[in-house]
Nanobody, 126 residues
Framework: VQLVESGGGLVQAGESLRLSCKAS????????VGWLRQAPGKEREGVSC????????DYAESMEGRFTISSDNAKNTVYLEINSLKPEDTAVYYC????????????????????WGQGTQVTVSS
């Protein structure tokens, strides 16, 4: 199982980014894939999760509105679009997979995920 994130970078406040998570070693229908982030000095927090098999998309309460998770089965890739970026969105964004059955999204805590990508840095300047 491998997860490879891309799409991070340095952006201005108010801009948008789309992060990608290319999965290999499993198909999206076989797992729940989440995005989590970790800002400097803070704990890793859940952003969003998608279950392709059950067609569900979950968001952390504080993330609703500006974050959109989606997937492309043909590319076995999960995306996270972030709009109206704020300096407080600065963090390393991780893609993670939970391959336990059934493939449903949990509460979004880091401990629920077994497989992780290396992370992609998002820096938002004011």
């Amino acid at each position: 199982v491998q997860l490879v994130e891309s799409g991070g970078g340095l952006v201005q406040a108010g801009e948008s980014l789309r992060l990608s998570c290319k999965a290999s070693g499993f198909t999206l229908a076989d797992g729940a894939v989440g995005w989590l982030r970790q800002a400097p000095g803070k704990e890793r927090e859940g952003v969003s999760c998608i279950s392709e098999r059950y067609g569900t998309k979950d968001y952390a309460e504080s993330m609703e509105g500006r974050f959109t998770i989606s997937s492309d089965n043909a590319k076995n890739t999960v995306y996270l679009e972030i709009n109206s970026l704020k300096p407080e969105d600065t963090a390393v964004y991780y893609c993670a997979a939970d391959l336990r059955l059934p493939p449903i999204c949990g509460s979004g805590t880091a401990s629920e995920y077994d497989y992780w990508g290396q992370g992609t840095q998002v820096t938002v300047s004011s």
